[in-house]
């Protein structure tokens, strides 16, 4: 009961720590992140002990209420914080360290259906941002940082930052100072791809305007005159006046039945 007390005080701390909008103990004790987390406490303790059913029956009673569903197999450190938790999901066998933060809709999940370790490992003071996905039996490194949405199924060093999908590292962080340091010229397929695609679309939209060119030129050079198409129309709209020409311009405009 000891460890249990010492654990729930851990969690409070963390969110007195961790949200700026926490000011009093009672609008703590309203946060559903606390709720699931004192839930899953016990439930784990159950599921420990090996008490069939109910466990599960009291995860899933606090997902119902909360919205965050914790696996009562998961095993979960002190002074953790899950800030607003809606969606929230945290597998069988996911190991979390002392003092993480998740945000809300983060998944710590599996990729597949095999037996034994199958969930990430968060170690000690790790924060995932909203949305993100850690899946696999990966290990996130002390100190590391998952950015919002990203997707990660690769290890996470330490004091890193990783974000993007597939998630990759874009920063590490001097555990003693605190500075950044951002990883340059790092691999980036999908970038390279983009480039690639927009090159080969100029080009062909230049050679697209090239043969316009050529098409255009060609077809001015084999057209008829304008003067030509008019005198042949008015030939064809009075027919009459065309008979009573002189012969000798009939013969210029070779209609003259003799030239034939």
Known sequence: MGRFTRFVRADIAAIFRNDPA????????????????????????????????????????????????IHPGATIGCGFFIDHGMGTVIGETTEIGDNVMLYQGVTLGGTGKQLGKRHPTLQDNVIVGVGASVLGAITIGSGARIGGGAVVVKDVPAYSTAIGIPARIVATRDPLTGESRRVEELP????????????????????????SALTSAHTHHHALPDTLHSDVWKQLEHPDDLLHQDPEKRKDRSLDNSAL
């Not at 606390?34 to 839930?39: G, M, Q, S, T």
């Not at 980036?188 to 043969?211: F, T």
């Open 22 to 69: 926490a000011t009093s103990l009672a609008e703590v004790l309203l946060y559903p992140g606390l709720h699931a987390i004192v839930n899953h406490r016990i439930a784990h303790a159950l599921w420990r002990a090996r008490v069939p059913f109910l466990p599960r029956l009291l995860s899933q009673w606090a997902r119902f209420l909360t919205g965050i569903e």
């Open 188 to 211: 980036d397929p999908e970038g390279d791809m983009l480039r690639d695609l927009r090159d080969r679309l100029l080009e062909m939209e230049q050679r697209i305007d090239e043969l």
